[in-house]
Structures are given as structure tokens and as C-alpha cells.
């Protein structure tokens, strides 16, 4: 007999101001107290010292966040010059200490222009990557330092906010995998005096933004449980980017059942992906297999037991 999961089935997305401090999985592991839910996951890590946006999946929600792994990503940093961390980030150990020459704000845009569109950047050793089946910062914390290849990202984006001689703070669109930690020691490098950063906060992922975000504080102060679930986003947010397709009667039941059904996936080309609708209400995702054929390729749970 199956062991029955604890918790409630609760689905949907939860857009979470993660604070300062909180690595992602315990503040994961406090939104998803706060709503009794059974399952929980979230969208790509911050760091403990960065705060902002981290969109939080519950329940069914989790089948699809792979999708905004891929997302492009907005943050706003400060950069502090003349010191270099091992971690990249003022909660390392001070490496070096430079002068900072007189720099002009043109000074700084010039060297932030040189990290602008298709660059490669080697990964921090202070990172959840892994090497041999262990993560880098576990490495890193021993005081082992492992050669990584330096990964293509795109700088889409790189905004000077303000300068005042000793930091400055960047907002920078980027590509997933980017490091903005990495970034800042970079521009450091380039500017001849090192550098690290104090503050990092996301403000956008995919097609969330931080006004949508809600603190841990909020959340707690909503009276009850259909009040909070209420406030979710639902399941279908994170794959709003693919194209619709409807499914009838006789097509839901074939999906169900984990057989192809028969819609007109013409404009859509083969292998791609499309969102699937059943009386108007989501019931997963569906891969083209020819122009009159669509197979069930992730499907919500309740509509894989009907």
C-alpha cells in the first residue's frame, strides 16, 4: 500500500521576496509550511546574501519549472572596487586589497561596454556546480580549487545606476547561468583594481517581475488557508510562452489513457511543445508528433488518473 503523502494538494506559484540571509531551500521549506503543501520547488537558486525574486512551485506547479530555469534573469548589484573576496561577495574572506585609482563614471561605462552581449565566464568555485559528483562550493570550503571551463552567457543589458567613487551599482538582463558575482570581479579586473559584491537583489525572471512578489512576513499575516491559496498563481504561468491547443472530449480521455490525440498541431511544427485545455481548464503539456497528432508529454496528475 502506497505511504500517503503529508500535506495538503495544494498547486500553483507563489512569487517569494526571498530575504536576506535565507538560503533558497529554507525559505522553500517555509513557504511551503506555510501552506501545508505536499510538494514544493522552486526555480533556480539565490544565494543566501542575495535577495528578491524566487518563484516558489507548489504541488502540480512543480512538474513545469524546469521552464523558467531556461528564463532570462534581471538583477541590480553593487559592486564595491578595491577589494577582492574568495567568494565574490562581501561574506568571503578578503583575498587582496588595491587602491582604487580616480575613476570617472565614463571610465566605469567603458569597462562595463566590454561585458555587454555573448561573453565567456568561468563559473565561482563558490557555486552549486559539480565536479566528480560534488558540488564546488563543498570543494571550495576545503580549500580545493578544481579548472572549470568558461561557460558562453549573454549580457543583454548592463545599466550604471550610480557611481561614487569607491562602488557603484549595475542592473544587468542576462541569460540563466550568468554569475553577477563573476561579472563584478571582471569589470574589477578591467578597471585594474579588483572588486566583489556588497548587494544583489532579482528583480525579474522570465516573465515575473518583483512587483508581483510577495514576503514571507505577507504571507503569514493572511488570515487562513483559502485565503492564502487564493493569492497563488496558477499552474499554467510557467509555460504562458507556448502555444495553445484545445482538447476535446474524445482527445482528453486518449491523453489520459497516455495516447496520442488527435488536434491540429499544423502551425506548430514537430517536437515542439504546446499547453493543453480541457474545458477551459489546463491539463498539461503536449509534444507534436505529426500535423493532426499531439502526445501527452507532461500531464497534470488528475488527468492522468481519469
Request: charged share 25%.
Amino acid at each position: 500500500m502506497a505511504r500517503r503523502r503529508k500535506g495538503l494538494p495544494v498547486n500553483g506559484v507563489m512569487l517569494l521576496d526571498k530575504p536576506k540571509g535565507l538560503s533558497s531551500n529554507h525559505a522553500l521549506q517555509r513557504v511551503r509550511r506555510l501552506f501545508e503543501a505536499q510538494k514544493a520547488g522552486h526555480t533556480g537558486t539565490l544565494d543566501p546574501m542575495a535577495t528578491g525574486l524566487l518563484p516558489i512551485c507548489l504541488g502540480e506547479a512543480t512538474k513545469f519549472s524546469a521552464h523558467l530555469l531556461e528564463a532570462d534573469k534581471m538583477y541590480r548589484t553593487r559592486v564595491e572596487l578595491g577589494v577582492m573576496t574568495d567568494t565574490g561577495d562581501a561574506e568571503g574572506e578578503v583575498l587582496e586589497r588595491r587602491d582604487v585609482p580616480a575613476l570617472t563614471e565614463g571610465d566605469i561605462e567603458a569597462a562595463i561596454a566590454r561585458f555587454r552581449g555573448e561573453i565567456d565566464q568561468v563559473p565561482p568555485m563558490y557555486s552549486a556546480l559539480k565536479h566528480q559528483g560534488r558540488k564546488l562550493y563543498e570543494l571550495a570550503r576545503e580549500g580545493k580549487e578544481v579548472e572549470r571551463k568558461a561557460r558562453r552567457v549573454c549580457i543583454h543589458e548592463a545599466r550604471l545606476i550610480g557611481f561614487d567613487g569607491a562602488a557603484f551599482e549595475l542592473e544587468v538582463s542576462c541569460s540563466k547561468g550568468t554569475y553577477i558575482r563573476t561579472l563584478a570581479e571582471d569589470i574589477g579586473a578591467a578597471l585594474g583594481c579588483g572588486a566583489h559584491i556588497s548587494a544583489l537583489r532579482r528583480l525579474r525572471t522570465g516573465p515575473f517581475d518583483s512587483e508581483a512578489m510577495w514576503t514571507l512576513e505577507e504571507i503569514e499575516a493572511l488570515a487562513d488557508q483559502p485565503t492564502r491559496e487564493a493569492k497563488l498563481m496558477p499552474v499554467d504561468v510557467l509555460v504562458d510562452h507556448l502555444p495553445a491547443l484545445t482538447v476535446d472530449d474524445t482527445g482528453h480521455q486518449r491523453l489520459s489513457h497516455g495516447q496520442p490525440a488527435a488536434l491540429d498541431a499544423t502551425a506548430l511544427g514537430l517536437e515542439n511543445l504546446a499547453r493543453l485545455y480541457h474545458a477551459d481548464a489546463f491539463i498539461g503539456l503536449g509534444v507534436v508528433k505529426g500535423p493532426q497528432e499531439v502526445a501527452p508529454k507532461r500531464l497534470l496528475s488528475t488527468v492522468a488518473r481519469s
